[in-house]
């Protein structure tokens, strides 16, 4: 079973052939929505939308501990999340896709480990590649076959939400080697990682970050949604593309 989580545009996948629908519960609580049981490109897909259906929970508000569980009670070993980014790198202009290889985490007071409270042992988990290198290539190799331009690497940064970023913070990223700037990548990349879960990220850019490109007066939201809708056709070729050439093991 490969889990697809879906972000801000994608709240369902047009492509899937849905079977049925399951309201999962987790000692977590509740993930962001139900289930969403399905084929894809002949694959066993289960589908989340990450926000819930409507946009329910925003990025700071989501319960990725309820998610991440909810799909690994599902037999999942694969991880595909789609994420919508601020572009910093230049060759990253609005609607252009990426799948990033390193992380920066500038959240905070998520709740970003399964390893908590009395009863837990100590573990760290080794997080020195964030995203799982072979299933980066898979999608990789998806893009290729569908003949889409995507970024082949990129540090994601992650900050905290819901608002977005001053100037001056992501001059900051810039500086620190971030390429991109979302508000859900983590603790949701970690979570997946304490679970065994394969997880790589399409990274979506909506926009350029604030003081970039486009956005040096102030980000323009509305064209952002239009971009997104549209690069939303490239994701969703990019899927079916990716699991009709089979993942490993
Ligand atoms: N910043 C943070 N998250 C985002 C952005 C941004 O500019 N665009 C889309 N998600």
Redesign the pocket.
Same mark, same amino acid.
């Given at each position: 079973m490969i889990a697809i989580i879906g972000g801000s545009s994608l709240s369902q996948l047009a492509s899937l052939q849905t079977t049925h629908r399951q309201v999962v519960r987790t000692p977590y609580g509740e993930p962001s929505c139900a289930l969403t049981f399905g084929q894809l490109s002949g694959r066993n897909v289960v589908f989340l939308a990450r926000h819930g259906y409507g946009h329910m929970h925003a990025p700071h508000e989501i319960n990725y501990r309820a998610n991440l569980w909810a799909l690994k009670a599902q037999q999942v070993r694969h991880v595909l999340a789609i994420g919508?980014? @601020?572009g910093i790198h230049p060759g990253l202009a609005p609607g252009a896709l990426a799948i990033p290889d390193q992380l920066l985490d500038y959240t905070w007071g998520r709740k970003h480990t399964f390893f908590e409270g009395p009863d837990s042992p100590v573990v760290h988990v080794d997080f020195t590649q964030p995203y799982t290198p072979g299933l980066r290539q898979c999608l990789l190799d998806g893009a290729l076959q569908a003949g889409l331009d995507v970024l082949d690497g990129g540090t994601y940064a992650c900050?905290q @939400?819901p608002r977005?970023?001053t100037a001056a913070e992501i001059a900051r990223l810039r500086r620190d080697g971030a390429d991109m700037? @979302?508000?859900t990548g983590m603790p949701e990349a970690v979570l997946a990682r304490e679970l065994k879960l394969d997880y790589a990220c399409v990274a979506v850019v909506?926009?350029d $970050? $604030?003081g970039c490109g486009t956005s040096t007066g102030q980000?323009d939201f509305t064209a $952002?949604g239009v971009v997104m809708e549209q690069a939303m056709v490239k994701v969703e070729r990019l899927l079916a593309t990716t699991l009709a050439l089979g993942l490993y093991h």
């Amino acid at each position: 079973m490969i889990a697809i989580i879906g972000g801000s545009s994608l709240s369902q996948l047009a492509s899937l052939q849905t079977t049925h629908r399951q309201v999962v519960r987790t000692p977590y609580g509740e993930p962001s929505c139900a289930l969403t049981f399905g084929q894809l490109s002949g694959r066993n897909v289960v589908f989340l939308a990450r926000h819930g259906y409507g946009h329910m929970h925003a990025p700071h508000e989501i319960n990725y501990r309820a998610n991440l569980w909810a799909l690994k009670a599902q037999q999942v070993r694969h991880v595909l999340a789609i994420g919508s980014v @601020g572009g910093i790198h230049p060759g990253l202009a609005p609607g252009a896709l990426a799948i990033p290889d390193q992380l920066l985490d500038y959240t905070w007071g998520r709740k970003h480990t399964f390893f908590e409270g009395p009863d837990s042992p100590v573990v760290h988990v080794d997080f020195t590649q964030p995203y799982t290198p072979g299933l980066r290539q898979c999608l990789l190799d998806g893009a290729l076959q569908a003949g889409l331009d995507v970024l082949d690497g990129g540090t994601y940064a992650c900050t905290q @939400g819901p608002r977005l970023e001053t100037a001056a913070e992501i001059a900051r990223l810039r500086r620190d080697g971030a390429d991109m700037v @979302g508000m859900t990548g983590m603790p949701e990349a970690v979570l997946a990682r304490e679970l065994k879960l394969d997880y790589a990220c399409v990274a979506v850019v909506a926009n350029d $970050a $604030a003081g970039c490109g486009t956005s040096t007066g102030q980000i323009d939201f509305t064209a $952002a949604g239009v971009v997104m809708e549209q690069a939303m056709v490239k994701v969703e070729r990019l899927l079916a593309t990716t699991l009709a050439l089979g993942l490993y093991h």
